[in-house]
């Protein structure tokens, strides 16, 4: 099982950008797809971004779509959430996960799926 940490979240104005960070540990990280999510007060958890193993596949949800950036660092176990033109109704608790599957796959997976979540970090953008 991957341990998972997610940090870089805080509060930002509309317009802003913030990059996320998500820090894995207890598995060979390269083996593992990884995959951002989100979930706002009321609403279930929904996919955001994800990024293949050697990190040349990026899929993201069209509401995120030429604002946000996904990344990953497999030299520092890392993956990495790049927003940028934040809106408020980007405000969300993010969650990174992980799965010995292909970004695609992640991007459908449910929340159940996963073998468990981190704390995630909360983003929050101001109007």
């Known amino acids: 099982q991957v341990q998972l940490v997610e940090s870089g979240g805080g509060l930002v104005q509309a317009g802003g950008s913030l990059r996320l960070s998500c820090a894995a540990s207890?598995?060979?990280?390269?083996?593992?797809?990884m995959g951002w999510f989100r979930q706002a007060p009321g609403n279930e958890r929904e996919f955001v971004a994800a990024?293949?193993?050697?990190?040349?596949?990026?899929l993201y949800a069209d509401s995120v779509k030429g604002r946000f950036s996904i990344s990953r660092d497999n030299t520092k176990n890392t993956v990495y959430l790049h927003m940028n033109s934040l809106k408020p109704d980007d405000t969300a608790v993010y969650y990174c996960n992980a799965a010995q599957r292909t970004a695609r796959s992640i991007a459908t997976m449910g929340v159940s799926e996963f073998d468990s979540w981190g704390r995630g970090t909360q983003v929050t953008v101001s109007s």
């Open positions: 990024i293949s193993r050697g990190g040349g596949i990026t």
């Open positions: 207890g598995r060979t990280f390269s083996d593992y797809g």
